[in-house]
T-cell receptor
């Protein structure tokens, strides 16, 4: 049973435009969410996180939005850059810092110069 | 943030043999984790490795197949035993990085069983 879902396996965006990556979850106990970026032949790199007490967290070009009622979160990258091309995973846990992270299957973002 | 060195980066193994994967962290961490990513699937937690105690395995994973060692706060190994082609996956180790309130990952081990 996939508790964290990324329904778009791929996304292409023009450089300078906004990239929006989406993630849905089913477990209402999840209260901490993370986004990771993964380049080929490398492990995932932590990007940004959000706790369920917030609905938005911003870090430079990256903003994560959380809609708890819809069990949906999204990652916005603006402006998108070619170096952002990677696979993005969202992950969720039922307790901040807990080990039971559940990952989505990832979305491959391609930023076209 | 913590940096994890994982090796080997890839290996091709004969069925019935075993592969041991090592992860070295450049700082002391309480909890380390081992994940598997099968082709086209999400990252799945295999087990949590705490120093000084036995690893805690997730449903579907057993110690006989995936023995784990955690001899100190900076090092852990995962062995994938009695290999079969179904074990062909990417295996990742991770450590909880409190400074980031997130997790740091090793670079992964791509295992192919032939």
């Amino acid at each position: 049973d996939q508790q964290v879902k990324q329904n778009s396996p791929s996304l292409s965006v023009q450089e300078g435009r906004i990239s929006i990556l989406n993630c849905d979850y089913t477990n209402s106990m999840f209260d901490y969410f993370l986004w990771y970026k993964k380049y080929p032949a490398e492990g995932p790199t932590f990007l940004i996180s959000i706790s369920s007490i917030k609905d938005k967290n911003e870090d430079g070009r990256f903003t994560v939005f959380l809609n708890k009622s819809a069990k949906h979160l999204s990652l916005h990258i603006v402006p998108s850059q070619p170096g952002d091309s990677a696979v993005y995973f969202c992950a969720a846990s039922a307790q901040t810092g807990a080990n039971n992270l559940f990952f989505g299957t990832g979305t491959r973002l391609t930023v076209i110069p | 943030s913590a940096v994890i060195s994982q090796k080997p980066s890839r290996d091709i193994c004969q069925r019935g043999t075993s592969l041991t994967i090592q992860c070295q962290v450049d700082s002391q961490v309480t909890m380390m984790f081992w994940y598997r990513q099968q082709p086209g699937q999400s990252l799945t937690l295999i087990a949590t490795a705490n120093q000084g105690s036995e690893a805690t395995y997730e449903s579907g994973f057993v110690i006989d197949k995936f023995p784990i060692s955690r001899p100190n706060l900076t090092f852990s190994t995962l062995t994938v035993s009695n290999l079969s082609p179904e074990d062909s996956s990417i295996y990742l180790c991770s450590a909880m990085d409190r400074a980031l309130a997130g997790y740091t990952f090793g670079s992964g081990t791509r295992l192919t069983v032939v």
